[in-house]
């Protein structure tokens, strides 16, 4: 069981608009960024977000993240076939010295 | 182009040991904090252990502290896990990543293809 939590799936249709919730407590959110990484089945993560709410380059700004107080947010616009993921949010606890991913959250484009 | 590249893994009886590796490449491996994270067959990441940039300072999830060692060599461009009294729950693909030199050290910019190692009799 994860200590960052995400729902475990959501689903949206092709050219719509989903978010997916990070919820944490204050010895890890309130105080450290937030980054998010996307997993296509099979390859290696990506970081797609990273202090809350940057892009790396080459990453679209079909993909937003946002942070507020103890949770944190991932927005994906006009949703392609190929965002078919997981999606995890991660941060750092600054009183355990480690890093936290949350549990993940399987998109489906419907 | 920036490139890490995975070694070592395979499987071995619970108790016993192994060594991974990840040779980097494409970068100035010296200048990043390098991480190692697993994902169990099926299941989502999970972060394992960070190390910095001559490895003075290191980070480890509770379930590994104690039995698994992250190391570095900057002469050698080489990132190593050393994983002792190994469990079944260690079953798992090791990824290694570069940290971008940025804090909290959460962001991992280049990964490794993944190396699966497995526990079992």
């Known amino acids: 069981q994860s200590v960052l939590t995400q729902p475990p799936s959501v689903s949206a249709a092709p050219g719509q608009k989903v978010t997916i919730s990070c919820s944490g407590s204050?010895?890890?959110?309130?105080?450290?960024?937030v980054s998010w990484y996307q997993q296509l089945p099979g390859p290696a993560p990506k970081l797609l977000i990273f202090e809350n709410s940057k892009r790396p380059s080459g990453i679209p700004d079909r993909f937003s993240g946002s942070k507020s107080g103890t949770s944190a947010t991932l927005a994906i616009t006009g949703l392609q076939t190929e965002d078919e993921a997981d999606y995890y949010c991660v941060t750092w606890d600054s009183s355990l010295r480690a890093v936290l991913f949350g549990g993940g959250t399987k998109l489906t484009v419907l | 182009e920036v490139q890490l590249v995975e070694s070592g893994g395979g499987l071995v009886q619970p108790g016993g040991s192994l060594r991974l590796s990840c040779a980097a490449s494409?970068?100035?491996?010296?200048?990043?904090?390098m991480t190692w994270v697993r994902q169990a067959p099926g299941k989502g990441l999970e972060w394992v252990a960070n190390i910095n940039f001559d490895g003075s300072e290191t980070h480890y999830v509770d379930s590994v502290e104690g039995r698994f060692i992250i190391s570095r060599d900057n002469a050698k461009n080489s990132l190593y896990l050393q994983m002792n009294s190994l469990r079944a729950e260690d079953t798992a693909v090791y990824y290694c990543?570069?940290?971008?030199?940025?804090?909290?050290?959460?962001?991992?910019?280049?990964w490794g293809q993944g190396n699966l190692v497995t526990v079992s009799s």
């Open positions: 494409g970068f100035t491996f010296r200048s990043n904090w």
């Open positions: 204050s010895s890890n959110f309130e105080n450290n960024h």
């Open positions: 990543a570069r940290l971008m030199v940025l804090w909290p050290p959460i962001n991992f910019d280049y």
